[in-house]
């Protein structure tokens, strides 16, 4: 059996086998996230200290030190819990309101060895659910992984720049004539990956690439 099937029947049994808890308060129910614990999560406030010179801005919705914020995302990329994403997804919703129809929103892509792992890129379930919410035009055509990296957050920052050089490409016949693009990631530390995607980008005739992160840490 492959490991896509594998997966989901791993999904099955847990649901099966495991009710759903709201990850803060602990009352079960359908939610991971209660609306109401949701609702009360700290939206992001500091300033970010992040490498590089291609990405223009960054907004960030969250801070990766909230354990609730730390344990969903985690369930999500390693236990495979893709119902997070939903969530996940309510808490962009106001951040990426903020930009117009003239931009488009790109999420950071997966190795195809990764996703053919997780069986899902988990930026793009979580900018899904958003744009569900608002009018958000989504491509993931447009910017390619076409280097395994290790995951960052077990790196350093000077093994972070090794790691992430030279690993994205672009599509410049998806890309066309756009000029505006907003990359997406579920969490940023120095922004490594952010500006090298921003620095193919760019190289490839966009003019502006900012950034929106689901969390700092």
Request: overall charge positive; proline content about 4%; some cysteine.
């Given at each position: 059996?492959?490991?896509?099937?594998?997966?989901?029947?791993?999904?099955?049994?847990?649901?099966?086998?495991?009710?759903?808890?709201?990850?803060?308060?602990?009352?079960?129910?359908?939610?991971?996230?209660?609306?109401?614990?949701?609702?009360?999560?700290?939206?992001?406030?500091?300033?970010?200290?992040?490498?590089?010179?291609?990405?223009?801005?960054?907004?960030?919705?969250?801070?990766?030190?909230?354990?609730?914020?730390?344990?969903?995302?985690?369930?999500?990329?390693?236990?495979?819990?893709?119902?997070?994403?939903?969530?996940?997804?309510?808490?962009?919703?106001?951040?990426?309101?903020?930009?117009?129809?003239?931009?488009?929103?790109?999420?950071?892509?997966?190795?195809?060895?990764?996703?053919?792992?997780?069986?899902?890129?988990?930026?793009?379930?979580?900018?899904?659910q958003a744009s569900e919410a608002i009018?958000?035009?989504?491509?993931?055509?447009?910017?390619?992984?076409?280097?395994?990296?290790?995951?960052?957050?077990?790196?350093?920052?000077?093994?972070?720049?090794?790691?992430?050089?030279?690993?994205?490409?672009?599509?410049?016949?998806?890309?066309?004539?756009?000029?505006?693009?907003?990359?997406?990631?579920?969490?940023?530390?120095?922004?490594?990956?952010?500006?090298?995607?921003?620095?193919?980008?760019?190289?490839?005739?966009?003019?502006?690439?900012?950034?929106?992160?689901?969390?700092?840490?």
């Open positions: 059996m492959d490991q896509p099937k594998l997966k989901k029947y791993w999904r099955f049994f847990q649901d099966l086998l495991f009710p759903i808890y709201c990850l803060d308060c602990q009352t079960e129910g359908q939610d991971w996230l209660c609306p109401r614990c949701l609702a009360r999560i700290k939206r992001w406030s500091g300033r970010a200290s992040l490498s590089g010179d291609y990405l223009d801005q960054i907004v960030i919705a969250a801070d990766y030190g909230n354990p609730v914020i730390r344990q969903a995302i985690h369930l999500l990329k390693y236990q495979f819990i893709s119902d997070l994403a939903y969530p996940l997804g309510k808490i962009l919703v106001e951040p990426a309101s903020r930009w117009s129809s003239q931009w488009v929103f790109v999420p950071i892509p997966l190795h195809r060895f990764r996703h053919r792992w997780r069986d899902f890129n988990q930026v793009e379930l979580i900018l899904r009018n958000l035009d989504v491509r993931t055509d447009i910017l390619l992984k076409t280097k395994n990296t290790r995951p960052q957050m077990s790196l350093n920052k000077a093994e972070r720049e090794v790691n992430i050089l030279d690993a994205f490409t672009v599509n410049k016949t998806s890309l066309g004539k756009i000029e505006n693009i907003i990359l997406v990631d579920d969490v940023v530390t120095t922004g490594q990956t952010l500006n090298q995607a921003a620095k193919v980008l760019k190289q490839a005739g966009v003019r502006r690439v900012e950034g929106l992160v689901l969390a700092h840490g």
